[in-house]
């Protein structure tokens, strides 16, 4: 058996802004923003979910985990079809994800479903393109990272070239 290997580390900076001047001194009053900053990439700026005090206008680490989960499936997709000679002419996701509150207080996401739908070529294999999404979640990283149910429902379209 292969011992695994580090292949790359990350950096992110994460500074809470929203703390105001009293910080939390109360909880109603403190603010959830905060601001990610990567090395030489545009800062993102994000907040809790609006139902716990956030604001909506802002994405929250759910949907950032959620949006994460959706991009890492099409990478890794993408590749198969390049590799396995589907070719892939437009690929869209709608996903989804539920959070659970537990009775003991803890939340969790209990699912996530993608729901991708993939435009291929009129010489590409439909079935071989269907099939590749079940490697490509073997195959991707984030979804190897996660213990919540990643379920996946996708739809292969054919392009009609004109």
């Known amino acids: 058996m292969q011992q695994a290997r ?4 990350y950096r992110t900076q994460l500074e809470w802004t929203g703390r ?3 910080g939390t001194a109360a909880y109603a009053s403190y603010g959830r923003e905060y601001r ?3 090395d030489g990439k545009p ?3 994000g907040s809790a979910s609006a139902r ?3 604001d909506p206008a802002l994405p929250n680490p ?3 985990l959620i949006a994460a989960v959706s991009a890492c499936h099409m990478l890794a997709y993408l590749a198969l079809c390049a590799r396995n000679g589907v070719r892939v002419v437009e690929y869209e996701d709608a996903a989804t994800g539920v959070l659970t509150l537990h009775a003991d207080g803890r939340g969790s996401l209990s699912e996530i479903v993608l729901t ?3 435009t291929i070529a009129p010489d590409s294999d439909e079935a071989l393109a269907l099939q590749l999404h079940e ?3 073997e195959q991707c990283f984030i979804a190897n990272s996660c213990s919540v149910p990643i379920l996946h429902k996708p739809s292969i379209r054919r392009s009609i070239e004109v």
Do not use: K
Request: glycine share 8%.
């Open 36 to 38: 990610v900053t990567i």
């Open 6 to 9: 580090e292949l790359e580390r």
């Open 43 to 45: 800062q993102i700026i």
């Open 116 to 118: 991708p739908i993939v």
């Open 62 to 64: 759910e949907e950032l």
């Open 52 to 54: 716990f005090r956030g």
């Open 135 to 137: 490697t490509a979640h």
């Open 20 to 22: 105001g001047e009293q």
